[in-house]
Structure formats: structure tokens, C-alpha cells
């Protein structure tokens, strides 16, 4: 009796990690794609298809302006395709934009200006950021935001804050002259900054003190799994009167909302930067299968709350991964599209053949080597369940 309640816990907790994942990146997705139809429809582009998913169509109907709309079997992503697009990528069939008639040019993606066909491209990786900032402005709007303020409490022994000097009661002001509003923040800025060195001011009783201190570098455990990042070795003082309920209007939340966005990209530029220098581990490049079991553990700790918030971080990703030049993605298309510009007419059809199969092999190299480290954390997909 033991054993089958385990399996069916184990049972229930997988299908409630499959079904946060497809609501997660579903919604993702579809605000990606959605970007790139609308625009496309607003430039008199004719759009072929609408995909949720890639491989054998589930369902689908077509809408009255033709476009059929489908939900394919392999919930991994999504395309659309337009006139005169060879595949799901794109890429031009340039023997049949050669054989369209007059009528068939009009609602050709390959017809029409650069202009209009490098906004109907970035559209999508917009449409990402703007899910994100739309998400955390919500969030800020309805719910507000609890603050917890900087002040330490305690200092670890042999920690990195102890070295610096920092004391209990200190009140953090700044680090790097960034003002500090929340242990929030300061715990963001440290943990992006191991192993460098960080000027900063604190209040100590009414008197200004300026420490220097360099975050060690620990592996810590979140709702998002284990995680690398830097940390001084202090715990804030979490009585009530620091803490504080932060109320936001309309325009307030918006603001939020790009601040949090923009937080977002800065934080996975500095992350990436740390890896091109070799400061940081690339373990915690992921794949979908650590995106799942990160959407089921937020999910059952979070809630809708947590997974909307998970679909920020996500959106905001997938939007930045886009954007990067390499053909088979938008930022390869856009790169074609200002070479072009500069040229004043496009790249030869064997270029861009080969820029593409170039990009399709950087592709899979990337997947093959994110799949690779999600299955080095898969024990904890099974895990998680408790």
C-alpha cells in the first residue's frame, strides 16, 4: 500500500511539473510568435501558419483570413510561417519566391521593404520583453511588494562580510554607488559579483563607513535549484519594524516593470560575461528539462504567482537568446536584413544557404549541450516531490 501511495505521489507530481512547464512556455511561446504575426498582418504579409509546438499536428482550424492555427505534438517551441517561407525557420524557398505571381508578391514576407521585414522579425523577441515588464507590473500593481530593508543582524564567522568589517546594525546605503533600498538588492548585485571587489557605504549608528568587500562564491538552494553565486555572510535583521509594504499605482507599476526587465537583462549579459572570462561555470545554461522541473518545485512552492513570475524570467530570455546574430534565429534574420540595407540589396542565395546551415549547426550544438547539463541534474526532477 506504501509502495503504490509513493507511486502515485511520484505520478501526481510529475503530471503537475508537465502541466507548469506547457503553461510556462505555451504562454511564452505564443506571445513570441504573436508578435511576429501581428506585425506581419499589419505589413500586408500573408501568414501561412501559426504553430504551437513542431512536428505532427494535434488540432488546428484555419481563421478567415487563411492562416491555419495548429497545436503540434512536441510542445518545445513554435513558429510561424509566412509566404514564401521554405520551413519553420524562415528561410527563404527561393525557387518558389521566384515563381510567385504579381498577386503572391504582394503578401510575400520576401517582398517587402527591409524596414518592414527586420520589425516584423524583432517583433517577436519585443513582444517577449514587453510579457515580461506587462507580468512584473501586475504583480507590483495588485499584490505590491514587502520590503525587506538592509540591515544586518548578524555576521558569520570567516565570512567575507567579516573580513571587510562589516558589524551588526550596519544599515547598507550603496555598493559600487547604486543605492541600496532593500536586502533584495543587495543580495542581487553580491550574488552577481564573486570574487570582486565591491566598495561599500554603510550607516553605522548615524555615521558613514565605506568597507570593501569580495562576495566568496557558494552554492546555494532555491526554488529554482542549486544555483552559483556570490555571498558576504550575513543574515538581515528581519524584525518587523524593517519591514515595510510598498504600494504602486498605474505608472508606478509600469516603471516597476521595466526596472524588473531590465534588471533581468542586465543580470544575464554580466552572467554571460563572466562565462566568456572563464569567472563563471556554464552548469547553469539550461534546457527544457530542468525548465520543467523548475516550473513543477515553483509551481507547488509559488503557485500562479510564482509561475507567472517564472514566464517573466523565461520571456525575457527567450527574447535575448533571439536577438543573437546566428541564422535560424531572429537576430540572424535581422543581421541579414542590415547587411542588406548597407548594401542595398541581399546576400546571394548560396550565402545565405550556407549562413543558415551554419546557424542550424550552432543550434543543435547549444541544445545537445544544454540537454547535457539538465541531465546532470536530473535526479532532482524525481526528487522534488515532498
Not at 50 to 70: A, H, M, N, Q, V
Not at 139 to 147: D, E, L, P, S
Not at 182 to 204: K, Y
Not at 334 to 352: D, M, N
Amino acid at each position: 500500500m506504501e509502495l503504490l501511495g509513493g507511486v502515485g505521489g511520484a505520478a501526481v507530481a510529475l503530471a503537475g511539473t508537465i502541466l507548469a512547464f506547457l503553461f510556462v512556455l505555451t504562454l511564452v511561446v505564443f506571445v513570441h510568435e504573436y508578435g511576429h504575426f501581428i506585425v506581419a498582418r499589419w505589413c500586408g504579409v500573408k501568414v501561412r501558419a501559426f504553430s504551437i509546438g513542431f512536428g505532427t499536428e494535434l488540432f488546428g482550424w484555419y481563421d478567415r483570413k487563411g492562416t491555419r492555427w495548429r497545436v503540434s505534438a512536441i510542445p518545445l517551441g513554435g513558429y510561424v510561417k509566412f509566404e514564401g517561407d521554405a520551413n519553420a525557420a524562415s528561410a527563404p524557398d527561393f525557387d518558389a519566391v521566384k515563381a510567385m505571381s504579381a498577386e503572391e508578391r504582394q503578401g510575400s514576407i520576401f517582398h517587402k521593404p527591409v524596414g518592414q521585414r527586420a520589425a516584423i522579425v524583432a517583433a517577436g523577441p519585443f513582444a517577449n520583453f514587453l510579457l515580461a515588464i506587462a507580468i512584473f507590473a501586475a504583480m507590483a500593481y495588485f499584490n505590491g511588494r514587502q520590503i525587506l530593508l538592509p540591515r544586518i543582524e548578524t555576521v558569520q564567522t570567516g565570512s567575507a562580510a567579516e573580513r571587510a568589517g562589516f558589524q551588526p546594525g550596519d544599515l547598507v546605503l550603496s555598493i559600487d554607488d547604486v543605492a541600496i533600498e532593500s536586502f533584495a538588492d543587495m543580495q542581487r548585485i553580491v550574488g552577481m559579483n564573486a570574487g570582486e571587489s565591491l566598495t561599500v557605504r554603510v550607516d553605522r549608528g548615524g555615521v558613514e563607513a565605506s568597507l570593501v568587500a569580495v562576495p566568496d562564491l557558494r552554492e546555494v538552494t532555491s526554488p529554482l535549484g542549486a544555483q552559483r553565486i556570490g555571498v558576504l555572510g550575513i543574515q538581515a535583521a528581519n524584525s518587523p519594524e524593517n519591514w515595510r509594504t510598498e504600494r504602486y499605482g498605474l505608472t508606478a507599476a509600469v516603471g516597476v516593470g521595466l526596472s524588473d526587465t531590465w534588471q533581468v537583462v542586465t543580470q544575464t549579459y554580466h552572467y554571460l560575461g563572466r562565462v566568456i572570462t572563464g569567472k563563471e561555470s556554464t552548469e547553469q545554461l539550461s534546457g527544457p528539462i530542468r525548465i520543467a522541473e523548475v516550473s513543477g518545485r515553483v509551481a507547488r512552492l509559488g503557485g500562479l504567482g510564482g509561475l507567472l513570475n517564472l514566464a517573466a524570467l523565461l520571456s525575457v530570455s527567450i527574447g535575448l537568446i533571439n536577438l543573437v546574430p546566428i541564422p535560424m534565429l531572429d537576430g540572424g534574420h535581422l543581421l541579414f536584413y542590415a547587411i542588406e540595407a548597407v548594401r542595398g540589396r541581399p546576400l546571394s542565395e548560396q550565402a545565405q544557404e550556407f549562413g543558415f546551415r551554419i546557424g542550424l549547426a550552432l543550434v543543435v550544438i547549444l541544445m545537445l549541450f544544454v540537454t547535457w547539463n539538465d541531465l546532470s541534474h536530473i535526479g532532482g526532477l524525481f526528487g522534488a516531490g515532498g
